[in-house]
Structures are given as structure tokens and as C-alpha cells.
């Protein structure tokens, strides 16, 4: 026990210490907030050069005339030109972006045209056909002559918006939680990803590490003073703990922010705002116990998906020499964690479906979808069962694992195939 | 009955369809430079392993002191493997420190002990810096220290002298002697006879997975001794062969010296068969001279290799 310790604390001294760790660490937050607001300050402040479009209107509804300007491109009139003559003059290097073509009819089909110089974007050409299509109604509402048209059309315009609560039997409204899916989704998605990814870049770490100990011939002198699966262990748990030191940080940062950032931006600037999933997602990362609660689970799965898949990764690193050879084990290990992602995003569509119910019981798949479902409000004996089965196979995974490390880590040269490691896994 | 800190009895150790150690008993004297020879491949590290406690063996059983071994005596033995690592991205002092407690070393006792050895070799400096900046040797000390700082009773080096520059090398067999001074025993796993012959006063010789001859290294040349000559004489090797066959044992590769005349060393197998050897070498190989010589340690691991001591 004492010597696990001590390589626990060994392992975990030495990369807690790191400075890319310090690193990661502190500017992950920052790269996860930076990712979510860069478009919008990008579409703020960098327009880019402004793109011409020459517009050639054949309708005879002046269309051309009343097209407004979008926030990419301006449209120039030009009235003369053929459509052939025009692709001509206008090309590459005329720094025109490109041609609008207008036929005479323009609700048939490839009447209308956007001939550009380079690849256009989505946004302008949804713009440009809303542009249209807005004239064209226009134009064909005014001809009924109905007197205020415009007064009456402001008057139709609706916009419902529609509030959530999820039924806690009492039939008060004010002590229902409020709920909303799209929140709800984009919690699981990213619970779902920081498990991914611990996964992976913890799981590696596991196998990068056993395969170092043993190329360097460490493991040699260690199993003098402990047992191979006190070795393996110490790596995994010392590995874990940095896992788990690195979200640890990042869950005081996140509560909080929930506790005392959250609340004086909710009160003043939100409620002023209308945008409701501005203000639910406010409201879901303000409620700080929901966030710590989430944390929790995030924690329970982290380290059971985490001892799983890295006791996959210890009996993978003992069984080569090197990184590269480490591969080949590698590429399996991972399937069933991309198959997790593939569930995951079903989970999107239907929290409750089949498959991502029995994606998130089977403990290979079921660290991730699981802990995607448990945003959306999942029954506590299904989180339960998940982690009991999870944390089951884990022990096994673990046993099974270290019967092929303590073959494995004294095993150079030829690169071991499956039917070697199953000898390994029998010998007494 | 002399007095042993380890007996090894009727060992044996098979891996798939490989046999590693085959009914393998020897009794390692208290106090004793004790070699353990054989070619690569002959079983020596598994053996090794099992008094370690790395491996378990299939049968047979391995007393440490009249008892058989614990978990606990891991703490009284030190290991030195042959292939030797250190963490990389590890100071050095704090390495040491690690694997001293490992072995069961309080953290003040051992800081302690490392501080003082690490003055004696010279290389206190190195404490706080990374072992991606020591030299080979220094890795090699540091290795060394942490092998021998918990003062085991028994020590285990496996080939300890290899990669080991010659200054090295010398300061770690003084070490070595040191400590059987202050009463450790040592056992020695190698191939190179050399280095037997320098310090070891026990051997086991280990050829294919079996115990091939044991013994005092004195005992063992009075045993072997005699019957080995230096033959100077000028013929093809063939004609060596044929001359020699039935009655000798060549013991090197014959070797071209001055006057275009070879030399080669043989044992003969028994005594009244010389006279016949020295008349078959004179009428056949053109004999120049004969002389009786010890036989090296090398000699005699060849003989019982070949079966023919």
C-alpha cells in the first residue's frame, strides 16, 4: 500500500509540476471562452473588404433598385450589359466579386443567377434570395390595392415564445424547475467532450508512460521493491489524481463564476435582453447547486471511464516498446470510444431513445453518453445502474489488465500479436 | 554445514514450451563474493527473478536466512538489474529519495544515508539537477546508490560492470568489496570470466536452464587443474583435429604466433593418454613445445559447458 503511494505521488508530483500543465490548466477556460465568443467578435470588427456585386435586372420590376446592401457585399446596377458580355468584363481580375442575374420571370426556375469569381458564402446567397422573394411578396401584395397594407402587415407579424418548466407534481409553478432543451443539449455536449477528451489525452498519457518506464528499463528496477500491479496501479491512480487535480480547478472556476460573475450580469444586462436562451442559459449556470451537481456526476464517470479505458491503456503500453508500436493496440482501444461520440450525438435527438439508453448502461460507451443524458433530466436508478456496471467492469478491466502488464513489461523485441498477449493473459 | 544466507532448492521455471530453469539447487555462503556464470540464455536472470520475487517459480523453494522468502524481504535485498533506467525528467535527488523509500526507508533516514554516499562518490553537486544531464557514469553511481542505500544483506548485481567505463568500473569493484567488509554477501550474474576471476570466491556455473557445476572458485581450479597445455606447433587445423580427436579437448581457437608456427590450449582427458597426444602432435603436426598451464576461469567454463570436466 505504502509503495503505491509512493508512485501515486511520484507520478503525480512530476506532472503537476510541469509547466505545460500549469499551462493547459490555466488557459484551457479562457481557449473554451475564447472559442464561444470569437465568431461573434469576428463578425463584429472583421468584415472584411467589402464585395461588389454587379446586379443585371431583366425583370422590369426594378428589383435591382431596391436591393439593400448586406453586411458582406453592395450591389452596383448596371442596366446595359448581356449577361455573356458581362462574364467577361467582369472576371477575376476585375476585383468584382461577382454577378447577380435577374431574368425576366422570376419565379421559374434558374431565373435567377449568382455567378461569382470565388467560392460565395451561405449567408449571402440566403440573403439574397430573402431579398427577392421580400420584393417580389411585397410587390404582389400591394397589387391587391388593399389600403394600409403596411400598417395591417406590421399588425399580423407574431412572435411566440415558449417557456419550459419540468412537472415537480406541486403544481406551483414558481418552485418548477425551468427548463430548456437546447441548453440542456449544449451541457450534455460539452460534458460529454471534457469526458472525451480526458479519456483520450489521460488514457494516452497512461500507455505513453508505461511504454517510457519500460523502454528506459525503470520498470526493471521497480519491481524489485513492488509488485507489477502495484506499479500499474500507482500509474493509472497517480494519473488520475492529475486528471482529476486539472478539473478540480476547473470546477472551482466554473462555480465560481456561477456564484458571484453569474448573478451581476444576470440582474442588469440579461433581463434587458429578450434573447430566452440567453437568459435559461444564465439561469442553468447560475443555479450553483445544479452546476456543482453536474460536477459531481462528471467526476464519478471521469474516473470510472478514465480507470477503465487506462487500465486498456497500461496492458496496451506494457505489451510494446514503443509509442508507435503502441498503435496497433491504440486504434481498438479507440473504437469504442468513437462509437460513444456517434451515440452521444443520437442522445441530441432523443434523450431517452433505445440506443442511447443502452449506449450509456454499457460501461465502454456509457462513461460519455451517460453523462451527455444527465442534462436533460435522466431517472437517478438509470445514472445508478450505469455507474455500478461502469465501476464492475472496471475492476475487471483492471484484473485482466495487469495479468498482461506483469508478462509484458519484461517482454522486448518482436511486437506481440493478440494470440501473445491471450498466452500472457493465462500464464500462472 | 557452513552457514548459508540463501538456498535455492530444486528450482525449476518453464515459460510456454521453454524450460528456464531446470531443478536448480544451490546454497549461497554468508559473506560470500558468489558468481553466477553462464551463457546468455542459460536461465540466469529468471533465477535471479525468482529470488526477487519477481517471477515465482514452478517448483522447489528459495529460503532467505533457513526461511522461506517474504514479501518483506524485498527490503533486505538489493538489485541491481542489467538493464538499468532512471526517470528522465526526474532530479536526481528526488529519484533517490523515491526509490530509497520503495524500499522501505523513512524519508529523513534516507535523505540521510543519500546525502552521504552521494559525498563519498563525488557527486553531491549532481542533487538538484535533471537526469537528462548527467553523464552515463553518473547515471551509473546514482543507480548504484539507490541499489545499496537501504544496506541489504544480500546483493544482487546482474552483469554489473557492463557499460561501465574503466575508472567506473574499478570504483564500483572497490565499492563492492566495501560492502561484503561491512558483512552484505554479494552475488554476481555474468558472463565475463575476467571479472570473475578478480573478486568472486563462490560460483554456480548455469548452462541450459540446469546447475552444471558449483562450488569455492579455489576448489573448483584444484579440481580443474591440470591436464591443460599450451601447444605450439605448425599444421593446418584439420590436421589438428585429426591428430587430437579422441584424446583432447581444444580448448581456444588456434592462434598464429611468430615463425609461422599456431597455438592452440587442450586439456587432455586423462593422464597416461599424454605421452600418446605428444607422440601423435610430433609425428603429425610438426610439435615445437608443450607446457602445463592453470586453467582460467574461462577455460574451465568451457570445459563444463562441453561437458568434458
Redesign the interface.
Known amino acids: 500500500m505504502k509503495?503505491t503511494w509512493?508512485?501515486i505521488m511520484?507520478e503525480w508530483g512530476?506532472r503537476v509540476r510541469k509547466k505545460s500543465f500549469i499551462i493547459t490548466t490555466l488557459l484551457m477556460p479562457l481557449f473554451m471562452i475564447g472559442m464561444m465568443v470569437a465568431p461573434t467578435l469576428m463578425m463584429l470588427y472583421s468584415k472584411g473588404e467589402e464585395k461588389q456585386i454587379v446586379v443585371l435586372d431583366r425583370s422590369g420590376q426594378n428589383i435591382a433598385e431596391r436591393l439593400m446592401p448586406t453586411a458582406e457585399a453592395q450591389f452596383v446596377l448596371d442596366e446595359q450589359m448581356s449577361k455573356t458580355e458581362a462574364c467577361r468584363i467582369y472576371n477575376e481580375e476585375s476585383g468584382i466579386f461577382g454577378i447577380l442575374y435577374i431574368g425576366s420571370d422570376v419565379e421559374q426556375r434558374d431565373s435567377v443567377q449568382l455567378i461569382t469569381n470565388s467560392s460565395s458564402s451561405m449567408m449571402l446567397e440566403e440573403n439574397i434570395a430573402s431579398q427577392i422573394s421580400a420584393i417580389i411578396e411585397h410587390d404582389k401584395l400591394a397589387s391587391y390595392n388593399i389600403e394600409n397594407i403596411e400598417a395591417i402587415l406590421a399588425e399580423v407579424k407574431t412572435n411566440i415564445e415558449l417557456s419550459t418548466f419540468l412537472n415537480d407534481g406541486t403544481g406551483v409553478e414558481e418552485s418548477m424547475e425551468v427548463t430548456s432543451s437546447s441548453i440542456n443539449y449544449i451541457l450534455g455536449l460539452v460534458l460529454g467532450m471534457i469526458l472525451y477528451m480526458v479519456i483520450i489525452l489521460y488514457g494516452q498519457m497512461v500507455l505513453t508512460s508505461v511504454v517510457e518506464?519500460k523502454a528506459?528499463?525503470?520498470?526493471?528496477?521497480?519491481?524489485?521493491?513492488?509488485t507489477p500491479l502495484q506499479i500499474m496501479m500507482g500509474k493509472i491512480l497517480g494519473i488520475a489524481l492529475v486528471a482529476m487535480t486539472q478539473i478540480a480547478i476547473w470546477a472551482l472556476l466554473v462555480i465560481a463564476a456561477s456564484k458571484f460573475l453569474l448573478p451581476s450580469l444576470f440582474s442588469a444586462e440579461v433581463v434587458a435582453t429578450n434573447d430566452i436562451m440567453l437568459q435559461s442559459l444564465m439561469g442553468t449556470l447560475g443555479n450553483t447547486g445544479y452546476v456543482a451537481t453536474l460536477f459531481l456526476y462528471l467526476l464519478l464517470f471521469i474516473i470510472g471511464g478514465f480507470l477503465l479505458y487506462a487500465s486498456l491503456y497500461a496492458a496496451a503500453g506494457s505489451a510494446v516498446d514503443s509509442v508507435m508500436d503502441g498503435q496497433q493496440f491504440n486504434s481498438v482501444i479507440m473504437m469504442p470510444i468513437i462509437l460513444s461520440i456517434i451515440a452521444m450525438m443520437s442522445v441530441f435527438n432523443d434523450p431517452n431513445s433505445p440506443l442511447a439508453f443502452w449506449t450509456s448502461m454499457i460501461p465502454l460507451t456509457s462513461p460519455i453518453v451517460m453523462i451527455a443524458r444527465i442534462p436533460c433530466g435522466i431517472a437517478l436508478w438509470e445514472i445508478i445502474v450505469s455507474l455500478v456496471l461502469l465501476y464492475a467492469t472496471f475492476i475487471f478491466t483492471t484484473w485482466a489488465a495487469a495479468k498482461i502488464y506483469r508478462v509484458g513489461i519484461f517482454m522486448h523485441g518482436k511486437r506481440p500479436s493478440w494470440r501473445d498477449l491471450w498466452?500472457w493473459f493465462r500464464?500462472? | 554445514m557452513t552457514d548459508s544466507i540463501l538456498t535455492i532448492e530444486h528450482v525449476s521455471k518453464s515459460?510456454?514450451g521453454h524450460k528456464a530453469l531446470n531443478d536448480v539447487s544451490l546454497e549461497v555462503p554468508r559473506g560470500a563474493v558468489y558468481g553466477l556464470l553462464g551463457p546468455n540464455g542459460a536461465g540466469k536472470t529468471t533465477l535471479i527473478r525468482i529470488i526477487?520475487r519477481?517471477t515465482?517459480a514452478?517448483e522447489g523453494r528459495v529460503l532467505l536466512d533457513g526461511k522461506p522468502l517474504t514479501a518483506e524481504d524485498?527490503?533486505h535485498?538489493?538489485?541491481?538489474?542489467e538493464?538499468?533506467?532512471?526517470?528522465?525528467?526526474?532530479r536526481v535527488g528526488e529519484q533517490a529519495l523515491?526509490?530509497a523509500?520503495?524500499?522501505?526507508l523513512e524519508r529523513r533516514e534516507a535523505e540521510r544515508r543519500l546525502k552521504g554516499w552521494f559525498e563519498r562518490l563525488g557527486i553531491a553537486d549532481w542533487w538538484g539537477r535533471n537526469v537528462e544531464d548527467l553523464s552515463k557514469g553518473m547515471a551509473q553511481k546514482v543507480?548504484f546508490i539507490?541499489t545499496v542505500v537501504h544496506e541489504p544483506k544480500l546483493l544482487i548485481f546482474d552483469e554489473p560492470f557492463s557499460g561501465f567505463d574503466p575508472i567506473n568500473a574499478n570504483m564500483l569493484k572497490e565499492e563492492i568489496l566495501g560492502l561484503r567488509e561491512r558483512g552484505a554477501t554479494i552475488i554476481f550474474s555474468t558472463h565475463n570470466m575476467a571479472s570473475v576471476e578478480e573478486i568472486c570466491d563462490h560460483i554456480t556455473l548455469i548452462n541450459k536452464s540446469q546447475n552444471i557445476l558449483s562450488g569455492s572458485v579455489e576448489e573448483i581450479r584444484r579440481r580443474a587443474g591440470g591436464n591443460i597445455f599450451e601447444v605450439v606447433y605448425s599444421a593446418d587445423d584439420s590436421t589438428l583435429h585429426a591428430a587430437t580427436n579422441d584424446l583432447a579437448t581444444l580448448l581456444s581457437e588456434s592462434q598464429g604466433v611468430v615463425g609461422g608456427y599456431r597455438r592452440v590450449k587442450m586439456h587432455v582427458k586423462e593422464d597416461d593418454k599424454l605421452r600418446e597426444v605428444i607422440a601423435r602432435l610430433n609425428e603429425q603436426c610438426a610439435l615445437r613445445s608443450l607446457n602445463e598451464v592453470m586453467p582460467s576461469m574461462n577455460d574451465i567454463f568451457i570445459r563444463a559447458v562441453n561437458g568434458t570436466l
Open positions: 509503495n509512493l508512485i511520484r512530476e518506464e528506459s528499463r525503470v520498470v526493471d528496477v521497480l519491481v524489485t521493491s513492488c498466452v500464464m500462472k | 515459460y510456454t526477487n519477481i515465482i514452478d524485498v527490503y535485498i538489493g538489485y541491481m538489474p538493464e538499468r533506467g532512471l526517470y528522465k525528467k526526474m523515491f526509490f523509500r520503495l524500499k522501505g543507480q539507490a
